[in-house]
């Protein structure tokens, strides 16, 4: 089984280092595509990591990037990682033994740990699968640095669409539930997420961008969203995302970017902080 990983890359070349290492350590048959659009120093970049496939070229935006990487890729199993984003150990085998045991899956949601620009972990979140009604009314209830798809949803043509700048992942969730594809959710710690504190989801675009989204609900739509708020919640609660989650962990942190520290002895819960302004 071939998997192919996207980075979407435009300066983050300190933070494509950790990502990048915590993909070439899975000790799986992988490809990994990094989609830049002309960060200073990328070149030299390349030249000091190359079993990663590096293309510079202008994009517009982060989904147009991911698109182009996947087009490049040629892996059974795809995803995307963002450069401040990391898998967490063996992430790539359970996946890939997920995927075998259920043929009839084409795409798996995992947990994720939130993670401090210092990389010091905050909190753990537990996914559920998606449902159609709460991606259309509410923020996107996953995280797609633990999510990962079979070749068909590339081969389908079921990529981004490139006019959303911030919530293009919310709009590919909810075309993939539309299409009709199998999701399921695979309740295991697969990526570490950081506040690096400009995240995509942080800028005030984000707000255009789910007001435009909005005029798209019919009233009816929206008169559900409370209704679909609770629902959500009694899914997570009964899924275990409000206990605390004790365990280790292994990651690569801005200070020691070359090994994974190890954090022993956590206990994790489920809030997502509030952004700085």
């Given amino acids: 089984m071939l998997f192919s990983i996207v980075t979407p890359s435009f300066r983050q070349l300190e933070w494509l280092d950790i990502c990048a290492a915590s993909i070439a350590d899975q000790g799986v048959e992988l490809e990994h595509f990094v989609q830049d659009a002309g960060s200073p120093g990328i070149e030299t970049w390349a030249k000091a990591h190359p079993p990663v496939k590096v293309t510079v070229e202008p994009d517009e935006g982060m989904y147009d990037a991911i698109n182009r990487g996947l087009k490049r890729t040629k892996g059974d199993i795809c995803s995307y990682l963002n450069c401040d984003e990391q898998y967490l150990p063996d992430t790539l ?3 890939g033994k997920f995927f075998e045991k259920h043929p009839d899956v084409d795409v798996v949601f995992g947990d994720a740990i939130l993670a401090d620009e210092n990389l010091r972990p905050l909190s753990y979140r537990r996914t559920v699968t998606p449902l159609r009604w709460h991606t259309l009314l509410r923020p996107l209830g996953i995280l797609t640095c633990s999510t990962f798809f ?26 993939l539930l539309n299409r009709g594809y199998g999701v399921a959710a695979l309740n295991e710690p697969l990526s570490v997420f950081a506040f690096t504190g400009e995240n995509l989801s942080h800028l005030q675009r984000v707000a255009e961008e789910r007001d435009r989204w909005e005029k798209g609900l019919s009233l009816g739509y929206r008169l559900l969203r409370p209704l679909s708020r609770m629902h959500h919640v009694w899914r997570k609660w009964r899924a275990g995302a409000y206990i605390k989650h004790a365990g280790d962990l292994s990651y690569y942190t801005r200070e020691n970017p070359d090994q994974r520290t190890t954090f022993s002895g956590l206990k994790l819960g489920h809030s997502w902080p509030e952004p700085k302004t």
């Fill in 93 to 95: 085998r359970k996946i």
């Fill in 150 to 175: 079979r070749r068909k949803i590339v081969e389908d043509g079921a990529l981004f669409d490139p006019s959303w700048k911030i919530i293009g992942d919310k709009a590919w969730v909810l075309d």
